[in-house]
């Protein structure tokens, strides 16, 4: 499991840690004391006693929610390994956004608090589990088990509750680590910053002048940097270069060799580089010989370079590596010891003139801590004092135990396992469409049984499917898939909501057969909805109101500028875009089944009569996600819908009958704007409704009557050879050749 860099993840709960209050986390608490370890872990103190650690879930376990971005909640935990408090800090997830109150989401994961851990860590006690949340089943989830899994990691590791790791290493020899100068290899820039090798700080103008804002100093904030706030204050690269692979990878083979051979024993180098408005290095080490900007801090001891440490670099070596304005290499002074096997900080001052000679200063780190791949252990010998006492019998003591990838199961396939039930039906469900697809000339030829199939299927897909199973799609859905392609890919985000994975997965092989149809007239539960009460108010004999052919061409790309719209927003800011995915009423009547603010059950309401008038208003004119599948809809390889020729010249019926208008006068079906429903099957094969069948009726019974006894002067009658949908027609009797569009 690849976990976050470790600089960023520093840098975020100290970010985080200054906006809660200790006693949040553990009731009395007055303070927090300095992070610590890798990944970090602040502990809480009450006076001078320790009453636990706070520390952020997403450094310690995968926290990313269907929004494809982390939700970062700060957890506290008492020494023992039972969960006191969380707090949710940070998210992306559109369903908390806009839609279910954020304290319901809390309310859920609540009852993780009082939990201890620790028959988790050592396999003793199944996981506990939440309730979940109607609508918000993967955020739920995801927010649950990353909290139980960082603890369970913060235990086996052995740093709270006197873990397996604890305990083994009580029993263990000690081990010493050191840098291992035989692995050496040749890396690219991208390679280095991925692995943690090089950590990074990149801070904008709005980032600082809202630290300085946040310190309280009134003067520093009355002069804010000029600039625009998303511009870069400075963007800094840290390396520990005596390390060969990173050496040998940022400064070449010959460079690397000449550090080496300079080197002291006990001494180390590091190579800074930085970007930006504000330069690390400063002017005091012109004027002064030393680097005031910049500090190596190492478990309370600390030191700043001088010039005689400092090498000026040009460029850095490593395929990739951007240009820099400024790069330095620094080797740590004698006096300063710095253990490359221990986490260690680089502490930048950033400093801002208040007055003539008065300024004001902030600092920001950069944690490090090399690798292990960079590191070798080497166990010790432990002697036992010939007085000692032997040491009482017991059971070996379990190995350390690190929760890998391999040894737990990801979340994705829970979640599967856990709507085993869920996913047989739909599965049912969509093979019912398939059949009914297919063998729809069967079907359509009996309008009555149709009509409740339909109707029965649409119920289905409304109170099951929707209100109860949640499978809604979304535009939303569109939008995150396109970002994760852009931004970075995993499957993993996709297939922890299995319905919409395996509806998306239908409608996608439809789009082929059908277009956009199968989802938009069949297994869109908003659809089913406006459908629905739509069928119930002709029952009721509400007037129906038909758009004018006119109108409707010019209403039709209305939900395709407002899909483009949320598309190309969503490439400035998904937040923003999902946001704006509001448009849909999907979310408000269906997730939420209309248990929401106001403004929002009633823009969904207001859609609900409009279509008691217009059936399907929303489907025809503002559905962006109609929109998105009608696109690629167009590839579809099949044609299904049967016409005639006489269909739009002269017969209008079938258009001026389809519910949502998708025939043109001139007789041929917009596949674009065609929801499948088949109503204009039914007519195609209906000889007392279509013109054409009504006519090929008629000569059959003309000829029929022809052809009784009373009518015949003998002899026997012309056998029926020739059959047209269905029914026999009389030899000679001429008909139409149907034609498909």
Not at 35 to 64: M, T
Not at 468 to 478: F, P, T
Not at 618 to 643: D, H, K, N, S, V
Not at 711 to 734: D, E, L, N, W
Request: hydrophobic share 45%; charged share 20%.
């Amino acid at each position: 499991m690849a976990w976050a860099d470790a600089a960023q993840a520093a840098s975020d709960l100290k970010t985080y840690l200054p906006k809660i209050a200790p006693a949040d986390f553990f009731p009395g608490a007055d303070r927090f004391g300095p992070p610590q370890g890798d990944p970090p872990i602040a502990p809480v103190y009450r006076g001078d006693q320790l009453q636990g650690f706070v520390y952020l879930n997403s450094d310690l376990a995968n926290a990313i929610g269907y929004s494809g971005k982390p939700i970062h909640i700060l957890v506290g935990i008492d020494p023992k390994g039972i969960v006191k408090s969380f707090k949710l800090v940070d998210h992306h997830e559109p369903i908390v956004l806009i839609g279910i109150p954020e304290p319901r989401i809390v309310g859920a994961v609540n009852s993780l608090i009082g939990k201890d851990m620790k028959p988790v860590a050592q396999g003793t006690q199944n996981p506990p589990q939440v309730n979940i949340v109607s609508g918000a089943t993967v955020t739920v989830l995801v927010m649950s088990d990353s909290i139980v899994r960082s603890a369970v990691r913060l235990i086996r590791t052995g740093r709270i509750g006197g873990g397996q790791a604890a305990m083994a290493t009580a029993a263990m020899p000690p081990v010493t680590k050191t840098i291992d100068l035989e692995h050496s290899e040749i890396k690219d820039w991208t390679s280095l910053v991925g692995d943690g090798s090089v950590r990074r700080l990149h801070l904008t103008i709005g980032d600082v002048n809202d630290a300085f804002a946040k310190a309280g100093n009134t003067a520093a904030a009355q002069n804010p940097e000029p600039g625009d706030a998303g511009d870069t204050f400075v963007d800094l690269y840290v390396a520990l270069v005596t390390a060969p692979t990173i050496g040998r990878s940022l400064l070449g083979d010959d460079g690397y060799q000449r550090l080496k051979d300079s080197l002291k024993p006990g001494q180390q180098a590091i190579v800074v580089a930085g970007n930006g408005a504000y330069s690390f290095k400063g002017s005091a080490y012109v004027r002064g010989g030393i680097f005031d900007r910049i500090e190596i801090l190492q478990e309370g001891n600390s030191t700043r370079f001088r010039d005689r440490n400092h090498t000026r670099l040009g460029d850095l070596h490593a395929a990739g590596a951007p240009e820099f304005k400024e790069i330095g290499l620094f080797v740590t002074p004698p006096e300063f010891t710095l253990d490359p096997t221990q986490p260690w900080q680089l502490q930048l001052l950033v400093q801002r003139a208040t007055g003539a000679r008065d300024k004001a200063f902030l600092t920001f780190d950069v944690d490090y801590t090399l690798p292990d791949q960079y590191l070798k252990r080497e166990q010790q010998a432990v002697t036992v004092a010939a007085n000692a006492p032997a040491p009482a019998a017991q059971a070996p003591a379990a190995a350390p135990q690190e929760p890998t990838a391999e040894g737990e199961e990801a979340l994705w396939m829970r979640m599967w396992r856990a709507q085993t039930v869920k996913i047989g039906i739909v599965a049912l469900a969509l093979a019912a469409l398939t059949a009914i697809f297919f063998f729809q000339n069967l079907l359509v030829r009996r309008p009555v049984l149709y009509t409740w199939v339909r109707r029965a299927y649409l119920l289905f897909v409304l109170v099951w499917l929707g209100w109860y199973a949640n499978a809604q799609l979304s535009v939303v859905n569109v939008v995150t898939f396109t970002n994760a392609l852009i931004t970075g890919f995993h499957w993993e985000f996709f297939l922890a909501a299995p319905l919409i994975f395996v509806l998306w997965g239908a409608i996608a092989a439809g789009l082929l057969f059908w277009g956009r149809g199968p989802f938009c007239g069949w297994l869109c539960p908003f659809g089913a909805l406006q459908e629905l009460t739509n069928t119930v108010a002709k029952w009721l004999k509400v007037p129906q109101i038909t758009v004018p052919w006119g109108l409707h061409e010019r209403l039709w790309p209305v939900k395709y500028i407002i899909f483009l719209g949320l598309f190309g927003l969503s490439l400035y800011s998904v937040d923003m875009a999902e946001r704006f995915a509001e448009v849909e009423p999907f979310k408000t009547a269906i997730i939420l089944k209309f248990s929401r603010t106001w403004p929002f059950v009633l823009y969904a309401v207001a859609l609900l009569v409009i279509g008691l008038f217009v059936e399907r208003f929303f489907c025809r004119y503002m559905c962006p996600l109609g929109a998105a599948l009608a696109i690629p809809g167009r590839m579809r390889t099949f044609e299904w819908l049967r016409r005639w020729q006489e269909c739009g010249s002269p017969c209008q019926r079938c258009a001026k009958e389809c519910p949502v208008q998708s025939i043109h006068p001139e007789g041929h079906i917009n596949v674009n704007e065609c929801i499948y429903c088949m109503h204009c099957q039914e007519l195609y094969y209906d000889d007392h409704r279509c013109p054409h069948m009504i006519q090929v009726r008629l000569k059959r019974e003309k000829f029929a009557a022809m052809s009784s006894p009373s009518m015949r002067s003998g002899g026997t009658g012309p056998k029926t050879v020739i059959t047209h949908a269905g029914k026999p027609i009389p030899a000679g009797v001429p008909t139409n050749p149907p034609s498909s569009s």
